[in-house]
């Protein structure tokens, strides 16, 4: 049955003819003219349509509010909203998927790091400014409403990490970095392609100046790779995406008494004053990672009481873009030996009595 059922015939109006043509129209004097049409009701019609304000009342719809077409429908957007599934002002979607498979960390994958494809980034200040990189603060986070974690196949579902925090290393490009002494680490360091190790020599060309600058970051987060997995204490290396490299947050998260959360970065060696006992086990998490290191073949090449943060009882080395390799680099055994003394000279002055040349010999050793 169709909804609105068809007019008797004589109700019918035929519409007037074209321009110049003759009108179907009955005048006033013709007794063709068929009686007045009676107006149709709400009767005759399909079903129950309400026009009239009573039946608002019948439909329980007497207290609904008329629509104000000065505001915005409820069906559509507020434009000076910000749109909850789009990432907001130093934000942005996660990149884990999108750098390739030997871009991200080695397995096996700790259980704190989020890989959802629904997770958002979000800068949180910055954390320390360097010679070629500055050092930032970002959480890592499923916001909350955004569904099971079936995007998430490297975990198990109920395992699934939904926040973390990472520190975000970027480094700079050549004109704007403060670092001159890089051909002490670099040499004898080789890239993957031989179009860019000769892109490399070429600092003039721009994509000499490209490469240039990232391998400061590739160069850290392979060691870092290679470190982590070995059992070096060093942050976990998360990602790299150019010249960024994400990796583990090394502090904690602490709340005031006004119930807000802020994050604490874990302090440099050279701020703690630590007892003798745990003076002690800090020397010995030190030469620890620095064999570790020997074995792999690579020295720090810039380790310092700056470069090693204190977080509580576990030291953790940072800072590896300058890493040495002590077969290939000429430089290596002078670098190797500027690191033992270093940070030799800091226990040293703190009551421990160790020998960096001992030290140095002992990594000499272990490497070869």
């Given at each position: ?196 190790q000769r892109a490399m020599e070429d ?51 602490e709340t005031d008494e006004l119930g807000r959360t802020q994050a604490v970065a ?103």
């Amino acid at each position: 049955m169709p909804r609105f059922p068809e007019a008797p015939k004589p109700a019918l109006i035929h519409a007037a003819a074209g321009r110049g043509g003759r009108s179907d129209v009955w005048s006033a004097d013709d007794e063709r003219r068929p009686a007045r049409r009676t107006r149709v009701g709400r009767e005759d019609l399909e079903g129950y349509y309400p026009t009239a304000v009573d039946d608002a009342d019948q439909l329980g719809l007497s207290d609904v509010v008329p629509h104000d077409p000065t505001q915005p429908h409820h069906d559509q957007p507020d434009p000076t909203q910000p749109d909850p599934t789009q990432p907001g002002p130093g934000q942005r979607w996660s990149t884990w998927r999108s750098v390739a498979k030997g871009a991200r960390g080695p397995e096996p994958l700790p259980e704190w790091v989020v890989t959802r494809d629904a997770a958002l980034d979000t800068e949180l200040g910055i954390l320390k400014t360097g010679k070629e990189a500055d050092a930032f603060l970002v959480e890592r986070a499923v916001p909350e409403g955004a569904g099971p974690a079936s995007d998430a196949p490297d975990l198990a579902l109920d395992q699934a990490a939904t926040r973390c925090l990472l520190v975000a290393k970027r480094y700079r490009s050549l004109e704007h970095g403060q670092f001159h002494r890089g051909s002490e680490y670099t040499e004898g360091r080789t890239v993957r392609r031989t179009r860019d190790q000769r892109a490399m020599e070429d600092r003039k060309s721009a994509w000499g100046r490209a490469v240039s600058a990232t391998q400061w970051a590739d160069a850290e987060f392979v060691a870092l790779r290679e470190a982590w997995q070995a059992g070096a204490p060093v942050p976990y290396p998360v990602q790299i995406d150019g010249t960024e490299v994400l990796m583990e947050f090394i502090g904690t998260e602490e709340t005031d008494e006004l119930g807000r959360t802020q994050a604490v970065a874990a302090p440099r060696l050279t701020r703690v004053r630590p007892s003798d006992d745990l003076l002690e086990s800090y020397w010995d998490q030190l030469t620890h990672g620095m064999s570790v290191l020997a074995r792999l073949g690579l020295a720090h090449g810039d380790l310092s009481p700056y470069n090693i943060l204190a977080h509580g009882e576990r030291l953790v080395i940072i800072d590896l873009p300058q890493v040495v390799d002590l077969a290939a680099n000429p430089f290596s055994s002078d670098v190797l030996l500027r690191d033992c003394r270093t940070v030799s000279d800091w226990f040293i002055a703190r009551g421990l009595d160790v020998d960096p040349d001992a030290l140095f010999a002992d990594l000499l050793a272990q490497a070869f």
